[in-house]
């Protein structure tokens, strides 16, 4: 199975900006549609926004339109969350996903993810 490292969290200040970066390993990256997720203390995981495995489809929770980011490098098999404008509310433990994919499946963005990372911090102080 793939594995997924997370890195990059940090304390910031409102309105400053971070990136995020997961590395992946084990299984072929380009198999893979990746994904951010968050939770924050007391509440549910929820979805901030996944990418196919192409790079081509994006989708992306309202919580983060218009200020982050997502991207992929599938040569150094590296997923990024580029964040700007951070908000007191975005702070959460920032967690990488992946969900494996069919061959033809293209710009598709799956709803649901498998394999999950350990985890980054971002707290944003206001």
């Known amino acids: 199975q793939v594995q997924l490292v997370e890195s990059g969290g940090g304390l910031v200040q409102a309105g400053g900006s971070l990136r995020l970066s997961c590395t992946a390993s084990?299984?072929?990256?380009?198999?893979?549609?990746m994904g951010w997720f968050r939770q924050a203390p007391g509440k549910e995981r929820e979805f901030v926004v996944g990418?196919?495995?192409?790079?081509?489809?994006?989708n992306y929770a309202d919580s983060g339109k218009g200020r982050f980011t997502i991207s992929r490098d599938n040569v150094k098999n590296t997923v990024y969350l580029q964040m700007n404008s951070l908000k007191s509310e975005d702070t959460a433990v920032y967690y990488c996903a992946a969900a494996q994919t069919s061959w033809n499946s293209g710009d598709y963005v799956p709803p649901s993810y498998h394999y999950w990372g350990q985890g980054t911090q971002v707290t944003v102080s206001s």
């Open positions: 990418i196919s495995r192409s790079g081509g489809g994006t």
């Open positions: 084990g299984r072929t990256f380009t198999n893979y549609a």
